[in-house]
């Protein structure tokens, strides 16, 4: 049995993964902005009652990861140069590999999911931003320091919208979640689908002009990597083919797409909301 932990910003998932990578369950704990020390405890506390010994541990979390100091920054939970693996190790007794999130959720898909055995894959997180991560050549790729796949900052808009990033029309302010919501005067995504599909002229105008917005980050990272597959998870994924079919739609009649004729192919990730927990499970049990 391996356990995976995904760390985020108001709680904390402990899933059991057995060798055959299916889940077989997973904890929950509220958390909130905790100190890497009080996670260790409350972690602790959830192995402790297993149902069977853990041989390894793996844990992913939002934020800067660096997998090879275990080192994290983490705004949301306003960790800055964290040794989280040391605290964790120390406080477990075992190694625990650290990495990622989004990270995590692409190692899930990978090994278990839509994208099983792929050579080249994009991964594009839609939630309140957008993270990106990269499998290119059957090789995950992180670039220097780490700090790559930071797809949710590319520009898709010159001189474009202030971003919290310091930066100018990165691809978040128009393509995430968040601005879905922004687009709709801050009604809930959830909503804007279900009226849209109800016939609301309005949302589903907002929503065409939104998937084009979305469209251009796929478009862009399509013919940078011409990946066998560009995987959509995170929250909004949970809109299925609702969200699937205007994409495919977009991306086939008005978007470019080299070679000329055929669009990328965009697929939803199929581990919804516990890709972190297993991913972070397969990681231990590969010793990635």
């Not at 998932?13 to 889940?23: A, N, P, R």
């Not at 990165?170 to 995430?176: D, L, N, Q």
């Not at 939803?268 to 231990?284: D, P, Q, T, Y």
Request: aromatic content about 6%.
């Amino acid at each position: 049995m391996y356990a995976g932990i995904d760390v985020g910003g108001t709680s904390v998932k402990v899933g059991f993964v057995d060798e055959k990578g299916k889940l077989t369950g997973i904890k929950r704990a509220a958390t909130g902005r905790i100190t890497v020390e009080a996670l260790a405890d409350t972690v602790a506390g959830i192995l402790e009652k297993s149902p069977s010994p853990v041989s390894g541990i793996g844990l992913v979390t939002a934020g800067r990861v660096n997998p090879a100091t275990g080192i994290v920054d983490a705004g949301n939970l306003g960790w800055w140069q964290v040794p989280l693996r040391s605290v964790m190790e120390r406080r477990l007794g075992m190694p625990v590999h650290i990495d990622n999130d989004v990270q995590g959720a692409l190692y899930a898909e990978w090994k278990t999911g839509i994208c099983k055995d792929a050579e080249n894959v994009v991964y594009i997180s839609l939630g309140t931003g957008i993270g990106g991560a990269f499998i290119l050549n059957g090789r995950f790729y992180r670039g220097r320091g780490h700090d790559g796949a930071e797809i949710g900052h590319m520009i898709t808009h010159a001189d474009g919208e202030p971003c919290a990033c310091g930066g100018r029309g990165c691809f978040e302010r128009y393509g995430s979640a968040a601005a879905l919501s922004r687009m709709a005067g801050g009604v809930n995504t959830r909503v804007v689908f279900s009226r849209a599909a109800e016939g609301d002229a309005a949302m589903a105008g907002i929503l065409k002009r939104y998937t084009h917005e979305l469209c251009i980050g796929i478009a862009s990272v399509s013919v940078i990597f011409r990946p066998d597959m560009i995987v959509l998870g995170g929250g909004l994924s949970n809109a299925g083919n609702a969200l699937l079919d205007p994409i495919a739609q977009e991306l086939s009649t008005a978007s470019p797409t080299i070679p000329r004729g055929k669009p990328p192919v965009v697929r939803l990730a199929r581990h919804g909301n516990e890709a972190g927990v297993i991913g972070a499970a397969l990681m231990a049990m590969d010793g990635v």
